[in-house]
């Protein structure tokens, strides 16, 4: 892998711009990935005890909230060692590795998001048949494809850039990301413009069938209160996590690719840091918050929690 590449280290500068505020900014990203880790693990906690819970909505879920922590662990480590550090740099290897970690995470995310949506269109839509149709074995099975898809799909796109010969070491960005690291390339990176072309192609076809999932839902809706009662309580943070999830991609996206030089760094920062701190924090809130199986269970959880602390407190 090195011997096609100039560069040993990568230099991240958009650090250049957070020399003033490195005391507020450490804390706020301590205090987020805190966040991240306690809601995260909470709510995978209260699916696998619960055996209520041990149904395909929610079993996708809790593979959303650990995709969550694999994708902060890739991202938030390296960053809090950043903002208390003078230099600002990141091995060949270790920023191939953040790529893969951060943007495999995110084509995880919208799998399950894809999923979801499709478990949620057999619910409402063809309510008698659900049982048969989202099976255990099924449901594992498309669980398994939701993460290995994507992980082989990311691997391809390191492989391809992993034989560019680079020509420069400045990544502007917080952190490595793939298209940064391509254009640094000495020579033609038409393969990895195709792949990637085909890639965001794949990803929009995901979009495309939730797009048509919720349009038989909507249909199916209209026709009964039951279908509307199910439609609002369980499509409605699907839909917030999907509109979270996609407003952020889209942000990362369009600023890899077609930023202006023009754009401030600390709106290019904001914009390339902002799915990987509000999705994993405010969808499992807004989940736990809107499900009524979720939260009563958290609910009783967090009392037999507190009685305890309050037994060996007295005794």
Partial sequence: MNNTCSAALFVLSGFTVTVNYRAELFSLTLLCYCLILIVNASLILTIVLDPKLHEPMYIFLCSLCINALYGSVGFYPKFVFDLISDIHVISYVG????????????????????????DRYVAICRPLQYHSIMSVRRTAVLLTLSWLVPLCCETLVISLTSTLKLCGSH?????CENWSIVKLACGSTKANDVVGLILISFYICHALCIACSYVQLV????????????FKQTCGPHLFCLLNVTTALLFDVLYSRYGSAS????????????????PPILNPVFYGLTLTKIRNRMICLSGIVHQRLRLKWYT
């Fill in 219 to 230: 249909k199916s809706a209209l026709r009964s209160k039951e279908s509307r009662r199910k």
């Fill in 171 to 175: 990544i502007d960005k917080l952190y």
């Fill in 263 to 278: 754009v401030s760094q600390h709106l290019k920062n904001f914009m390339a840091m902002e799915f990987l701190i509000i």
């Fill in 95 to 118: 920023c191939m590795m953040q790529v893969f970690v951060i943007y495999s995470n995110v084509k995880i995310d919208y799998s399950i998001l894809v999923l979801m949506a499709y």
